[in-house]
């Protein structure tokens, strides 16, 4: 079984203990690092180039922001969690501008951890079912991504692709699931996006979250 390398990296002692627990208990997770301030965790994933950085955003040295800057910048393979209390669309839109793949409440950690590092690690987007509706850009919502009737335009089965990537889904994964290649997941993601004025996976999770797709996490 291949093994998801992952970081951590949270100011709080006691809250890094936890989140180290929850995931020693997944057999499909290894922690190769940890850190207590940005700049450290900046070094952790440097040296250890996790699959997966677990961050807090308010962290001393650098910030969760500044930080997921930087690793998109020298280590784009590395795909970034954000783990905070924080619940304000401030903090989760530039967390996903900045290249953060993935934004998690402390609280929903018990239930969601492990599988929003799923998510992620095979190349989908999470965002916590708490936030999701905050995580509407307002240029999402200018640009008429929320009109009545625009879900009309797409076929039943583009639709459902396009459903299966904002939970989080990656190609290869909804093509067995549907029973399909994945070129023919491809296509059909770009047709969909084309028709709906989607750009990129933050804006499909946006979507999905408008129209209610990612509350359908909560019962998986």
Known sequence: MHQIRVALADDHPVVLAGVKALLQEAPEIALVGEATSGQA???????ETPDVAVIDISMPDLNGIDL???VATSHPQVKLLALTVHEDRAYVQPLLQAGAKGYLLKRSAAEDLVRAIRAIAAGG??????????ALSDAARGAGLLQSGAE????QRESEVLRLTAQGYSNKE???RLNV??????TYK??????LGLRTRADIVRYGASHGW???LESQ
């Open 181 to 186: 290649s994945i070129k023919t997941i491809e």
């Open 125 to 134: 987007v999470y965002l916590d079912p708490a936030i999701a509706d905050r």
């Open 152 to 155: 009309d335009a797409l076929s």
């Open 68 to 70: 997921a800057r930087r």
């Open 41 to 47: 965790a900046l070094d952790v994933i440097r040296a």
């Open 214 to 216: 990612l509350a359908d």
């Open 174 to 176: 909804i093509a067995a």
């Open 190 to 195: 770009a047709r969909a996006s084309e028709k």
